[in-house]
């Protein structure tokens, strides 16, 4: 079982940056891949990024290539995404997930998820 806890959402002016944490509960952290998601409001939600329990791939969405990254610290059990260049269509609920054994952009094969934190970009 994992709990995860987002943290660091809020209100940024285009173009700033912010970094969203995601802390995990449970030992078996560092054997989960991870992911991030988001949701803007009336839309689907969508894949940002994930990264293997290893560190070892990362994969990013088309729209948050070049300005947003990945990584984790399995000693902290915490799973980070700072965000760069924002944008007002980076405006969503972000969720963090986790994964036993898929790392890739299909939100249903994430078993965990958190509550989710609010990412607000004003133009």
């Known amino acids: 079982q994992v709990q995860l806890v987002e943290s660091g959402g809020g209100l940024v002016q285009a173009g700033g940056s912010l970094r969203l944490s995601c802390a995990a509960s449970?030992?078996?952290?560092?054997?989960?891949?991870m992911g991030w998601f988001r949701q803007a409001p009336g839309k689907e939600r969508e894949f940002v990024a994930s990264i293997t329990w290893s560190s070892g791939t990362t994969v990013f969405a088309d729209s948050v290539k070049g300005r947003f990254t990945i990584s984790r610290d399995n000693a902290k059990n915490t799973v980070y995404l700072p965000m760069a260049s924002l944008k007002p269509e980076d405006t969503a609920v972000y969720y963090c997930?986790?994964?036993?054994?898929?790392?890739?952009?299909?939100?249903?094969?994430?078993?965990?998820w958190g509550q989710g934190t609010q990412v607000t970009v004003s133009s």
């Open positions: 997930a986790a994964s036993q054994d898929y790392s890739g952009k299909y939100a249903y094969r994430y078993r965990y």
């Open positions: 449970g030992r078996t952290f560092s054997m989960y891949a």
